[in-house]
């Protein structure tokens, strides 16, 4: 089940959990509201969502967070700040993690018919934005080239591949004790005599 807070209601009061399917759009926001409002004017709007796919195929879970609309001189400006957790495959071990990710990003809409720049979108006709494609875009942008299940990872034993998180193979043990001083030179040290 999906879960958002609801505030395209005229009604709205404050954030309201209610239950939505797949078939409805969590992220489509109508900004009538803003349309009149003068410059500076903002609204916040939380979002807790338990499960969703974003697209087609980007499965995220425990995503919440808020997009905070304002507005501008010449439109409105999108604040977006989400967190989400997905499956990972560690780049050491391979072993399946727990990722957390944690977009952040802002976007610029106009009311000109074209976009003065790269950076800004024009305000939709119907007056409806749909944040899903930027929110899934943000998102994937968030996961790094090679994850870590952690920090200090060991990996796979490049002879046999066991993890070596969990125990060390006779293969690391072995390059272990190559590469520790001899234990029974460090007991009887070398002496020097010097004659005269």
Partial sequence: ???????????YTGPVKII????????CTNIGFII???????REFPYEIEHFILGRDFEIRDLAGTITLARTSGGIRALVDFSGKIDGACGRCLEQFEMVLNPQFDQIYTFEKESLSEEEETVPADGYIDFEILLREYLLME???NP??????KGLC??????????LCVHQELEINK???DSRESKHPKTTT???
């Avoid at 089940?1 to 009604?11: D, E, F, G, K, V």
């Avoid at 939505?20 to 992220?27: A, C, D, G, I, T």
């Avoid at 009149?36 to 903002?42: F, H, T, V």
């Fill in 20 to 27: 939505v399917n797949f078939s409805q759009r969590p992220f």
């Fill in 148 to 153: 870590l299940c952690r920090s200090d990872c």
């Fill in 143 to 145: 996961i790094p080239m």
């Fill in 194 to 196: 010097h004659s005269g």
């Fill in 179 to 181: 590469a520790a001083p």
């Fill in 1 to 11: 089940m999906h879960i958002r807070a609801c505030y395209n209601r005229t009604n």
């Fill in 36 to 42: 009149n409002k003068p410059a500076g004017y903002s």
């Fill in 158 to 167: 490049s002879v046999c591949g066991q993890n070596l998180n969990e125990k």
